[in-house]
């Protein structure tokens, strides 16, 4: 098919070509529970010590290099399943604006109030939990607004 809009002038040996493509939705993975490989918390010194065990030399030197890739891929597998930790991964049930420091707040301020509820001092528990909760709505509002800037500033570079 050809084009009928030109960047440069076209070259009659070779002409512009218009593509025309259609992209099927990607579906979208429903099990939002999904084991993954922590390499944050994986045992690195044991993954050193495995892999110099290796006479690396003799393993691979009468194996061709696809078998030799072979080789060392097995090794490398055998450490991310023996010394990596496997996780699942849980949809956060708060909001993802909401940062560490504020899901933290969250719980102090939950137990805060539980306390203020059972005590049998209430103004001293209830100004704990007051300030808690002060601190929360403070920091709340700022971690929106925060989210709402970077979320603004996304639309400039990825519309």
Known sequence: MRSDVYVVSEDRY???????????????????????????????????????????????????????????????????????PQVVYTKSKFPSWFTRELKELTFQKTKAY?????????????????????KFKFLSKKCYENYIKRIEASFCTNP
């Open 114 to 134: 539980a306390a203020y509820r059972a005590s049998m001092s209430p103004p001293i528990d209830y100004s704990t939990f007051s300030l808690l909760r002060a």
């Open 14 to 84: 070779q002409p512009a070509l218009l593509f025309e493509t259609v992209l099927a939705p990607v579906p979208i993975n429903q099990d939002l529970n999904h084991p993954f490989f922590d390499f944050k918390r994986a045992d690195f010194s044991k993954i050193e010590q495995f892999l110099l065990s290796f006479n690396w030399k003799d393993t691979i030197s009468s194996l061709n290099v696809n078998d030799a890739t072979n080789a060392f891929y097995d090794a490398l597998r055998f450490c991310i399943i023996s010394f990596v």
